[in-house]
């Protein structure tokens, strides 16, 4: 997936990029290129550990995307963290399991890709 950005993010810091995403109105955009650029290598390593089926990989970021911004766009899961390790690290064990909830739902419904989402059927 490739996106165009309105801000050069690879010049911040993890912790300045955070600090969009909370700071209001919310950067979702920030949040975007986190994910899909910064920690995209990071996120397709774990989520090749559980499949070798690139089919879900997207499905899986955007899940976890959605996590972290959360059903009320809080933020609630990212105010939450403390710094007290890397985001990195932080992102890494917070994907992999949404990855395996994820992966688990889409196996369990034959790979048909249907939301997860309680509030959407």
């Known amino acids: 997936m490739e996106f165009q950005y309105k801000l050069d993010y690879s010049k911040l810091s993890d912790k300045q990029i955070v600090g969009k995403i909370l ?4 950067d979702e955009e ?5 994910l899909h650029d ?3 290598p990071l996120l397709h390593k774990l989520y090749r550990r559980l ?10 970021v955007d899940e976890l995307f959605m996590h972290i911004k959360g059903k009320d766009g809080s933020w609630r899961i990212l105010v939450n963290f403390e710094w007290r390790s890397t985001f990195g690290y932080w992102l890494r064990k917070l994907a ?3 990855f395996c ?3 688990s739902k889409l196996i ?12 959407n059927p």
């Open 23 to 26: 700071a209001e109105p919310h």
């Open 30 to 34: 920030a949040a975007a290129y986190l």
């Open 38 to 40: 910064r920690y995209a």
């Open 51 to 60: 499949t070798t089926d690139d089919t879900w990989f997207d499905d899986c």
């Open 96 to 98: 992999y399991s949404k």
């Open 101 to 103: 909830e994820v992966l």
């Open 108 to 119: 369990e419904n034959g790979g048909r890709n249907v939301s997860i989402d309680n509030d």
